[in-house]
């Protein structure tokens, strides 16, 4: 009964919006609606936090011009769809459904509901209502695989990772890269844990990896398991979509940081100014949508310089970590010159030298 | 000792179906109760798990969906517990009937008509009595618990899921992701009310129950089964065998638990993924406890578990209950029912004598 | 591979066979007894949720297991009182207890997640407990001295002491045991009691020292590899100890195989491989009647004296 009253509700705010025309005094517009997804709990201090920390950006900026809910731990699958759907039902005018394994959910409450606007994270499959983002976090890759080369008494990074989707795979060979421009043997051991988000399971992983000589953990999960670990075992490692410093003060060195708040506003306005329009939006360091944690003290300042260096390399367009030549694991030449393109990078399949995968 | 219970004559009819309600209704306070105690608003829980699945009509849909693999499911439980056979392994059977019924879509995913999906259901059914057969054969022959043999296998079969989903069964263009195609339209169960997404699955779960229904109070086969569960030795006498038995008990729920997973493969998930194992094989177990091993009872109680999650789903909405709530109402329901399931064979009687010489 | 890798991964296998073999314990008492107790998964997480929430709060780790041990055993009592008590069927009760464990724990864990404590690591000096060598003895979390304390101790208890005959008669033959004088329900409460125990301090192993952290069903099943180990060591303390450490060294198999770069063996079959070992073991068990190894005759029967 409360759903029906709402829909009611926004069809009579949809027809009074028109009563300004007639030359009433402007009314005040309904807050639109917006809805978050989350796969994890906010509490992972890691993705789902950073798209929480976008969402309250919105909230900051928008104010009363806008009302959200967000629902966490949100399974992938049919669970997903009876979420999305519901909060189609509830009349949000904007969701945005944040993690990849919502793809086919998204889009088939999409084809149900055509005057609600979707916005699914990491995926490929659009619609006229629908639009896909994601981030370059592959830039963010590139200047930790340049400090861990530089930091690893080893030369061996072990590397948890979730799915081998071309998001993942690019991570791998983007900090691989970075890493060997500076330690030419660098390697880096991959072990999938086929989950997002396992704490148990991502402390497993960094401790088998350790165990197997690696010295520096990153990772492609989402909780911070990996880096206690680390702290615990006095070795170093990167933290994933936020700053994890609180967790492993000596470990963790820095992270990539998921700053979803520009792009979350961006498409808030063009609903606002109703100028959405289906797209594919993929941004990096230069939009401001991936940034770095602050620096770790015990990083030399000549390390610090070069990944600053790296950084302006990358927003300014003279930098590209995925620059030829480059091997595959078998050692065939995949790229003679020149760098990647943006299809080249969504599609990827395959390693570089020196990736154990 | 000041209540006592007394034995009755015969089991009270009237307990037998009060008691479902009051474990219902006890678990909705008490539920209630404990959540505010935890820092929840209780009363708010309660209304979204349990009163607005019911009154809100867009959920109804949703009911007929949940409630239908656990009653197909439990239906196929009931007649084993019945026969005094423990088949504990539903959930496993669920998934081997869905990668059964998946296989035979992933053969024939270039490939249209009508004859597609019935063989995708029959194989789902083949493949969960299959794998019921394992414990069944144990117990038969070497009289192996089929309690223990049943569960592992459950979780033998989940490794079997992650092997499929990540390596031979992986959708070629799913981008690496580890999960099959979808399934093409000649694979997906039909939508019979438009508009809506009712699957052909959900009509059939109840009409599966109503005859199983009547099978079990009219035939032979069915007055066998309560025959070898209540009086075994009176079931040898009778001709009945006890091996026979435990057969068609593993088979029949095995059987139906794994049609109930290809219904769900082919009705809400339209392709197999790793998160398939949702856990219905176990809370089936519940609703054939509520149900009382009776197929009405188990329609009922498959609708009122149907609405515990419904509504638990409703609550992480509007609430911000996280999922697993749901779970603590619905162990709560049986756990009131067990508790008040010994007022059937027993009555509660208040001793007002004195206690002196009381030779209790 | 040298010797810091090979301590390493004996290291790992030790950490990772603790908290199945303290919950084995518990439920093999309880099987000894007759009880069937299913609900080991949720005692394990009412026991994590606990351990970890009191830790936090208090700093203390050894308040914090005994507090979860407090909480498991109290939602076992529950267990006990259908079972024993109102002779409500075993198995559902069981199943239910698991439900409502994994429930209440994720309600009672929400504010906790993303929250992280000191390790509860080892008492010895970091001199040992941190050597390279040493280590291998000296590094281990006093939970682990622990099982292997009370490895030993339940199995004097079982075979040498007058409780455990008693405890084992109330299993095999519990009209017998009645008969004698012995309270058959008052000995399974006992017993179901020390299984809820030992399962919240399993579950506090999850939580305090291998991830000091809370999600959601921390224990990711292992409560399930539990109660395959009690029937895979045929119910002997002695084989569950080494069949905790065999579980645990193939669960850390899969894992650093991976690592290592051997994936000859799908990880998913090393993963089966506890459960599949499990039913075999059943099969040799039944075979071999003759041997001594068999499930107490009493298990999951209701006790109903004919009084």
Request: net charge neutral.
């Amino acid at each position: 009964m409360k759903l029906i009253s709402r829909r009611n509700v926004l069809k009579s705010a949809a027809a009074a919006s028109t009563l300004p025309l007639l030359g009433k005094s402007a009314f005040a517009m309904d807050p639109v609606k917006v809805a978050f997804v989350y796969l994890g709990p906010i509490g992972d201090h890691g993705w789902t936090f950073a798209h929480e920390q976008g969402r309250q950006a919105a909230i900051a900026k928008f104010g009363d011009a806008i009302s959200t809910t967000i629902v966490e731990n949100v399974a992938e699958g049919p669970d997903s769809e009876r979420v999305i759907r519901r909060l189609a039902e509830e009349g949000n005018d904007l969701i945005f459904t944040c993690s990849f394994g919502y793809m086919n959910p998204t889009l088939k409450v999409a084809k149900r509901f055509n005057d609600v606007k979707f916005e699914h994270a990491t995926g490929y499959k659009r619609a006229p209502n629908m639009s896909t983002y994601n981030a370059r976090f592959h830039e963010g890759r590139a200047i930790c695989g340049t400090i861990a080369g530089h930091m690893s008494e080893t030369g061996t990074a072990g590397y948890i990772a979730s799915f081998p989707i071309p998001e993942v795979v690019m991570g791998i060979n983007a900090f691989t890269l970075a890493a060997q421009k500076v330690n030419p043997d660098f390697k880096t051991n991959v072990l999938w844990v086929n989950s997002w988000y396992d704490p148990p399971k991502e402390a497993d992983a960094a401790t088998a990896l350790i165990d197997q000589g690696a010295d520096i953990i990153t990772q492609h999960t989402d909780s911070p398991a990996a880096l206690r670990v680390c702290e615990e075992r006095d070795l170093l490692a990167f933290g994933q979509s936020w700053d994890m410093t609180s967790f492993a003060p000596k470990a963790h060195l820095t992270a990539i940081m998921d700053i979803w708040g520009p792009y979350y506003i961006d498409r808030i306005q063009k609903v606002m100014d109703k100028k959405w329009e289906s797209a594919d939006t993929w941004w990096g360091f230069k939009e401001g949508i991936v940034a770095l944690a602050p620096y770790n003290e015990r990083i030399p300042a000549n390390v610090v310089a070069e990944a600053e260096a790296i950084k302006a390399g990358i927003i300014d367009g003279s930098y590209d970590v995925f620059t030829g030549p480059i091997k595959d694991q078998s050692g065939e030449v995949r790229l003679a010159e020149g760098t990647l393109s943006d299809g080249d990078l969504l599609s990827m399949d395959w390693y570089v030298e020196g990736v154990q995968s | 000792m000041l209540i006592e219970l007394e034995k009755r004559k015969e089991p009270s009819q009237t307990m037998l179906y009060l008691t479902p309600v009051i474990a219902v209704l006890a678990t909705m306070i008490v539920g209630g109760i404990l959540f505010t105690l935890i820092g929840h608003n209780g009363f708010a829980a309660v209304k979204e798990i349990f009163i607005t699945p019911i009154i809100d009509t867009h959920k109804w849909q949703d009911l007929g969906i949940k409630a239908a693999p656990l009653i197909l499911i439990a239906v196929g439980l009931s007649i084993g517990f019945r026969a005094n056979v423990w088949n504990i392994g539903a959930e496993g059977q669920y998934i081997v009937g869905g990668l059964a019924g998946t296989g035979i879509a992933l053969l024939t995913w270039e490939l249209e008509g009508w004859w597609i999906l019935p063989l995708m259901c029959i194989a789902g059914a083949i493949g969960g009595a299959l794998y019921a057969s394992i414990p069944a054969f144990l117990k038969t022959k070497l009289n192996v618990n089929e309690i223990l043999s049943s569960l592992m296998l459950t979780y033998a079969s989940i490794q079997l899921l992650y092997y499929l989903m990540r390596g031979p069964w992986k959708d070629p263009e799913g981008f690496n992701f580890p999960q099959t195609r979808l399934f093409n339209d000649s694979q997906i169960l039909p939508e019979i009310i438009p508009g809506t997404i009712v699957h052909l699955g959900v009509p059939l779960a109840f009409i599966i129950a109503i005859i199983a229904w009547f099978v079990m109070s009219k035939s032979i086969f069915g007055f066998q089964i309560r025959v070898v569960g209540s009086a075994p030795a009176a079931a040898r006498y009778g001709g009945f065998s006890a091996k026979r038995t435990i057969w068609m008990a593993m088979l029949i729920g095995g059987g139906f638990a794994g049609l109930a997973g290809i219904f769900e493969a082919a009705g809400p998930f339209q392709q197999m993924v790793p998160q398939f194992p949702t856990g219905y094989g176990f809370t089936a177990i519940i609703v054939a406890f509520l149900g009382r091993l009776h197929p009405i009872g188990i329609i009922l109680g498959g609708l009122v578990l149907a609405v515990s999650y419904v509504g638990g789903e409703i609550a992480q909405t509007s609430l911000g209950l996280p999922n697993a709530a749901a779970g603590i109402f619905q162990a709560m329901m049986l756990f009131f029912l067990l508790a008040t399931d010994i007022l059937v064979k027993y009555r509660l009687k208040l001793n007002v004598a004195n206690q002196a010489g009381d030779a209790s | 591979m040298n010797d810091t890798i090979i301590i390493s991964i004996i290291m790992t296998v030790i950490g990772a066979s603790t908290p199945i073999l303290l919950a084995a314990l518990g439920e093999l008492i309880v099987e000894k007894s007759g009880v069937l107790n299913l609900g080991i998964e949720g005692m394990m997480l009412i026991g994590a949720v606990v351990g970890f929430a009191v830790t936090l709060t208090t700093g203390f780790h050894v308040l914090g297991i005994v507090i979860a041990m407090l909480a498991s055993t109290l939602s076992a009592m529950l267990f006990a009182y259908l079972t024993l008590t109102l002779t409500a069927n075993q198995v559902a009760t069981g199943l239910a207890l698991t439900i409502f464990g994994i429930g209440i724990s994720s309600l009672m864990g929400e504010p906790y997640v993303g929250k992280t404590i000191e390790i509860f690591s080892s008492w010895f000096p970091a001199s040992l407990a941190e050597h390279p060598q040493l280590r291998v003895i000296f590094g281990y979390s006093p939970l682990v001295y622990l099982s292997l304390i009370l490895t030993v101790s339940v199995s004097y208890f079982l075979k040498k002491t007058r409780a455990g005959l008693i405890l084992r008669a109330v299993g095999e033959s519990d009209t017998s045991a009645h008969s004698i004088g012995y309270s058959v329900i008052g000995v399974r409460y006992a017993a179901v009691a020390f299984g809820g125990a030992m399962a919240g301090l399993a579950g506090c192993y999850f939580s305090l020292v291998l991830t000091p952290l809370w999600s959601e069903e921390l224990t990711a099943g292992r409560g399930w590899i539990a109660l395959a180990l009690v029937v895979f060591a045929a119910w002997k303390p002695s084989r569950l100890l080494f069949g905790a450490y065999l579980f645990g060294a193939i669960m850390t198999l899969e894992l650093h195989a991976k690592a290592a770069g051997f994936s000859f063996i799908a990880p998913e079959l090393l993963a089966a491989m506890p459960y599949l070992a499990t039913i075999v073991v059943l099969a040799l068990i039944s075979l071999r009647k003759s041997s001594g190894l068999a499930a107490p005759a009493c298990l999951a029967k209701p006790f109903k004296p004919s009084t």
